[in-house]
C-alpha cells in the first residue's frame, strides 16, 4: 500500500512508525502518500511488514526479531540500523538518526495509546528534539507538536486546542480561543490548557516566555 517513493527524498516530512497503539489505515495511507522515508522501529516490523508497508529503514536493538536475515531479504532494499544503546529510547534513535541524515521533519505515527509510560517519554522527546527537527506526532485523535514562542495558525471554528506544559511554562498569552490568557503561567498538575476550543474562524495566536509547552489538535 506504500506509494512514498513518489516524492524526491527529504522534501516531505520523514515518517516513523513506533510500536504504541496503531491508526486508522485512513491516517496511515495519508502519511505513506508523502512520506520520501519510512523508518520502522524493530517491535513495530512485522505488524508493518503484514501490513503491506515498504520499509525504508529499520532500526532498533533487535532483540525481539528472530529472522532478520530473511525480514531484510523480503523488504529489499532496506537499511538496517543496529542501535543497543539502552540510554536512549527506540524512538530518540530514529530521531537522532533521521538528524543526522538531514531530514528537516518527521511525521511519527503509533507513539502513543498501550504502555503510558512510553506515551509520555515520546511525547517528551518532541521538546529534546525541537531545535533541530520539525516534530509531530499522530494518531487517530490528535495532531501534536512542541509549540514554538510563538504561534499562530488560521484554524475552523470549534476545533479543540489543548496546551499541556510540562512543568512550569511561563508568560503564556492566547488569542481567538474561547478560553484567553495574557502573560500567565501553566504548570504541570497545577494549571493546564486542556480542552479550550476555537471561538470562531480565523487566526488564533499563542506566544509564551519560557518553559516546555505542547499543542495538540483534538478531536473525539
Not at 89 to 99: F, P, R, S, V, Y
Not at 105 to 122: E, F, L, M, P, Q
Request: charged share 25%; hydrophobic share 40%.
Amino acid at each position: 500500500m506504500s506509494s512514498h517513493h513518489v516524492v524526491k527524498d527529504k522534501q516531505e516530512p520523514a515518517l516513523i512508525i513506533a510500536n504504541g497503539e496503531s491508526c486508522s489505515m485512513e491516517l496511515l495511507g495519508q502519511l505513506l502518500e508523502w512520506s520520501p522515508t519510512v523508518l520502522v522501529l524493530d517491535g513495530a516490523a512485522h505488524k508493518v511488514e503484514e501490513l503491506g508497508i515498504k520499509i525504508d529503514v529499520l532500526l532498533g536493538d533487535f532483540d525481539r526479531i528472530s529472522d532478520l536475515s530473511e525480514f531484510e531479504q523480503r523488504q529489499q532494499p532496506v537499511r538496517i540500523i543496529h542501535t543497543p544503546d539502552q540510554n536512549a529510547t527506540d524512538l530518540e534513535k530514529a530521531i537522532e538518526w533521521l538528524i543526522q541524515e538531514g531530514y528537516p521533519s518527521a511525521n511519527i505515527i503509533w507513539a502513543t495509546g498501550k504502555r503510558a509510560d512510553h506515551t509520555v517519554n515520546n511525547m517528551m522527546s518532541l521538546f529534546k528534539y525541537s531545535s533541530r527537527i520539525d516534530l509531530v506526532m499522530l494518531d487517530d485523535y490528535s495532531r501534536i507538536f512542541s509549540l514554538p514562542k510563538a504561534y499562530k495558525k488560521w484554524y475552523p471554528a470549534e476545533t479543540i486546542i489543548s496546551l499541556i506544559p510540562f512543568g512550569l511554562v511561563k508568560g503564556v498569552s492566547i488569542k481567538g480561543l474561547e478560553y484567553l490568557l495574557n502573560n500567565e503561567d501553566l504548570e504541570s498538575g497545577i494549571r493546564s490548557g486542556s480542552s479550550n476550543r476555537v471561538s470562531v474562524e480565523g487566526w488564533i495566536e499563542i506566544d509564551y516566555r519560557e518553559g516546555n509547552l505542547l499543542l495538540m489538535e483534538c478531536r473525539d
